[in-house]
Nanobody, 116 residues
Framework: QVQLVESGGGLVQFGGSLRLSCAAS????????MNWYRQAPGKQRELVAT????????HYADAVKGRFTISRDNAKNTVYLQMNSLKPEDTAVYSC?????????WGQGTQVTVSS
């Protein structure tokens, strides 16, 4: 049974920081590209950050470049999203996603709220 469990969300003030974690089980974690998505109320889900399985190359949405950092620890089957200089527009439910060419798994998400 595959599980992705996010943690680390919460309420933070403008300019603050949070670190999200996503712990995976039931998959060979190192084989999966890992992604963080977010969805704000009334908006479409958007891809925030990606870390590639075999070379750890990272990609970021323009809105978060320079503020967010995605990383992974294959020994702990965990992907992280360090979020700095948070803005109210970063408020959303953040979900992690594990994917290969053949599989696609999602966590249930964690709420991040940034107050102004």
């Amino acid at each position: 049974q595959v599980q992705l469990v996010e943690s680390g969300g919460g309420l933070v003030q403008f300019g603050g920081s949070l670190r999200l974690s996503c712990a995976a089980s039931g998959i060979i974690f190192s084989m999966y590209d890992m992604n963080w998505y977010r969805q704000a109320p009334g908006k479409q889900r958007e891809l925030v950050a990606t870390i590639i399985s075999d070379d750890n190359i990272t990609h970021y949405a323009d809105a978060v470049k320079g503020r967010f950092t995605i990383s992974r620890d294959n020994a702990k089957n965990t992907v992280y999203l360090q979020m700095n200089s948070l803005k109210p527009e970063d408020t959303a439910v953040y979900s992690c996603n594990a994917n290969t060419m053949h599989d696609d798994y999602w966590g249930q998400g964690t709420q991040v709220t940034v107050s102004s």
